[in-house]
């Protein structure tokens, strides 16, 4: 039930834009995005719930595709402060499932 | 104090030694949770809690013991640990354990030897 994240890694020059992919073989309720920098808690980013919505967070923003059960992150125009490991989480349903199953992560490197 | 915080930041323990990691959160939270991160390993969901009730344990051993005193408190207590159990340890809270985001404490380095 893991989701498979891609790619693993990404290097990028500043100002560059990303994309990260997240995807699931089961049916989602939710996605949710989150970012570590080396050392430090994970900070939440962004959630997307069903329904095929799109969210933004400053230059970062999320899609969620229900039918075919991915999530993509974009970051455009990236920052210095963007480096770190991309984890999606996803929840397969509500109700009783109380379980946010995370991916491997994606580290993205931002260079000068 | 704000957020979720985490004590002790770091721990090295033995084989046979008993501790006790603890979480504390200010955000109101209702739900709590323990999560395992090692080296190269996605982060692993340990337990869950809802106003103080588990609800959900992913198979963890039986040498790591939660304990929920109240929606703000939420401790694992350690007993008899294999050195393979040295990892990063987060607590987090959220609002509801389905569909909100989750807030992560610094976490609990935990080095078993």
């Known amino acids: 039930q893991q989701p498979v994240q891609s790619p693993q890694a990404v290097i990028l020059r500043e100002g560059e834009d990303a994309v990260i992919n997240c995807s699931s073989s089961?049916?989602?309720?939710?996605v949710h995005w989150y970012r570590q920098k080396h050392g430090e808690a994970p900070v939440f980013l962004m959630i997307l719930l069903k329904g095929g919505e799109q969210k933004g967070h400053e230059k970062i923003s999320a899609s969620f595709n229900e039918k075919k059960q991915q999530s993509s992150l974009y970051l455009t125009a990236s920052q210095l402060s963007y480096s770190g490991t991309y984890f999606c989480?996803?929840?397969?349903?509500?109700?009783?499932?109380?379980?946010?199953?995370f991916g491997k992560g994606t580290l993205l490197t931002v260079n000068p | 104090e704000t957020g979720v915080t985490q004590t002790p930041r770091h721990l090295v323990m033995g084989m046979t030694n008993k501790k006790s990691l603890k979480c504390e959160q200010h955000?109101?939270?209702?739900?709590m949770y323990w999560y395992k991160q090692s080296a190269k390993k996605p982060l692993e969901l340990m337990f869950v809690?809802?106003?103080?009730?588990?609800?959900e344990n992913n198979s963890v051993p039986s040498r790591f013991s939660p304990e929920c005193p109240n929606s703000s408190h939420l401790f694992l207590h350690l007993h008899t640990l294999q050195p393979e159990d040295s990892a990063l340890y987060l607590c987090?809270?959220?609002?509801?354990?389905?569909?909100?985001?989750?807030?992560f404490g610094p976490g609990t380095r935990l080095t078993v030897t």
């Open positions: 989480g996803t929840e397969l349903g509500g109700g009783s499932n109380y379980k946010l199953t």
């Open positions: 955000l109101g939270h209702n739900a």
């Open positions: 089961k049916a989602l309720y939710s």
């Open positions: 987090a809270s959220s609002l509801s354990p389905t569909g909100y985001e989750q807030y």
């Open positions: 809690y809802n106003f103080k009730e588990q609800t």
